[in-house]
């Protein structure tokens, strides 16, 4: 009897996938690690930021 034919699990924000051999006995688990992607609100606290240090030395002299 096979456990797991192939199975796609998530933890953490990734993705892994694990395929079983029956005939050899082997498991892999493989890891698909992807770059993760700032969203538009973390370029605006960015930009923010960099606004406030400047205007903040621009008043300072």
């Known amino acids: 009897m096979e456990a797991f034919p192939n199975c796609i699990l998530r933890a953490m924000g990734q993705l892994f996938e694990v395929s079983y051999d029956r005939a ?5 688990l493989t890891a698909a690690i992807a ?3 700032p969203e ?10 960099g606004a406030f240090l400047a205007a903040r030395r621009f008043r300072r002299g």
């Not at 050899?24 to 892999?28: A, E, R, S």
């Not at 538009?40 to 930021?49: F, K, T």
Request: charged share 10%; proline share 11%.
């Open 24 to 28: 050899k006995g082997d498991v892999w």
């Open 35 to 37: 770059a993760p992607v």
């Open 40 to 49: 538009p609100s973390q370029y605006a606290l960015l930009l923010a930021g």
